[in-house]
């Protein structure tokens, strides 16, 4: 609830001298004076784009537990495909890796396989079962309703 309050009073704020600074620039007479409350507009907005950052990290941090696997449908697995920003997960045998620092896994592809995937029946028929090469992975999470078959 805090962060929330938080938040809608950084944004009442950035809207408050925005509009202010919007209102100078309009009244200016001279070109000079116009453009330095433009300069002043987008020195707030990056002021703002940070703090709000800052907000959003701590509310990031607040709610996570360090170390507590997430839980992921197989739709949500879904978003996590390397593409657009987004991370690269794979779920095997119903345990979610990250990919990501997996050169051969650069833009959620390998080998022609997608990120965002249910990979077991490929990975066992890969690799023969053979688990090792998972365990160097980061495991962010499991896949819910399976069973881990390791």
Same mark, same amino acid.
């Given at each position: 609830m805090q962060q929330k309050s938080n938040l809608l009073n950084l944004i009442y $704020?950035? @809207?408050? +001298?925005?509009c202010h600074l919007n209102q100078m620039k309009i009244l200016s007479v001279s070109p000079f004076e116009k453009n330095h409350y433009i300069d002043k507009i987008e020195e @707030? /907005? /990056? =002021? %703002?784009?940070? $703090? =709000? +950052?800052e907000v959003v990290n701590e509310e990031e941090t607040e709610t996570s537990e360090p170390g507590e696997p997430l839980e992921f /449908? =197989? +739709? +949500? =697995?879904?978003? %996590?495909d390397g593409t657009s920003g987004n991370p690269a997960y794979v779920a095997v045998n119903g345990i979610v890796y990250d990919m990501g620092d997996v050169a051969a896994w650069s833009g959620g592809r390998h080998f022609g396989l997608n990120a965002g995937r249910d990979l077991t029946q490929q990975f066992t028929t890969c690799h023969q079962g053979v688990t090792t090469r998972l365990e160097t992975l980061p495991i962010v999470g499991r896949v819910s309703g399976t069973v881990n078959k390791l």
């Open positions: $704020q950035y @809207r408050d +001298e925005i @707030r /907005t /990056t =002021l %703002f784009i940070k $703090q =709000l +950052e /449908t =197989l +739709e +949500e =697995l879904a978003a %996590f």
